[in-house]
């Protein structure tokens, strides 16, 4: 967000006012908020998300550029 790449986030709460409250406070021009009521599936997708970003560093330092980094996505 420093170098103001545009990026998203989910706010997840099973009360619908919460999460359209952080979606209003942070959303700007390079910030976009979903909303979400599932929790758990938010919370779920960010560790997946990390353990394929950890995967996909792994493959960049060890050289595998081709089918097998593409095969993380």
Not at 10 to 15: I, L, Q
Request: with cysteine.
């Amino acid at each position: 967000m420093i170098q103001e790449f545009p990026t998203t986030l989910v706010a997840a709460s099973v009360d619908k006012k919460s999460s359209t409250l952080v979606q209003d406070i942070f959303s700007s021009n390079i910030l976009r908020v979903y909303n979400n009521n599932d929790i758990k599936g938010v919370e779920l997708g960010g560790s997946l998300k990390n353990v394929i970003a950890i995967a996909a560093g792994i493959c960049d330092g060890i050289g595998f550029l081709g089918i097998i980094r593409r095969q993380l996505y």
